[in-house]
């Protein structure tokens, strides 16, 4: 595993910038932070967002509040709720998010979810 060496870190999440990504339908919100081979984004998706992409990547997901719809490729759906989590490694799923009233997450990815498959 990568050393990603990062000293002392307090994120005020007020003072970091939103970004606004609009899905198939609703809008996504993200505030993130960068660093060498890690991403920290706090994400809002509005009330009935759906994605407008299949990720492939990895990700460490948890809910802050509200609901999430993650469904899969295949059909296979999942729901988040406050307090729950979901981890997965880049390439190993075709996943999307969809909510009907909104939700808040805290999304961590990275060099270190990188499949060896």
Known sequence: MENLEIPFHTIDWKNV???EHKGETGIAY???LEF???RIRLVEYSKNYLADHWCEKGHIVYCLEGEVIN???DGTQSILTKGMSYIVSDNLSS???KTE???KLLIIDGTFLQSTI
Do not use: D, P, Y
Request: charge should be positive.
């Open 71 to 73: 469904e899969l490729k």
């Open 17 to 19: 910038s939103r970004t």
């Open 36 to 38: 060498s081979g890690l």
């Open 95 to 97: 996943h999307r998010s």
């Open 30 to 32: 993200w505030q993130s």
């Open 101 to 103: 009233n909104g939700v």
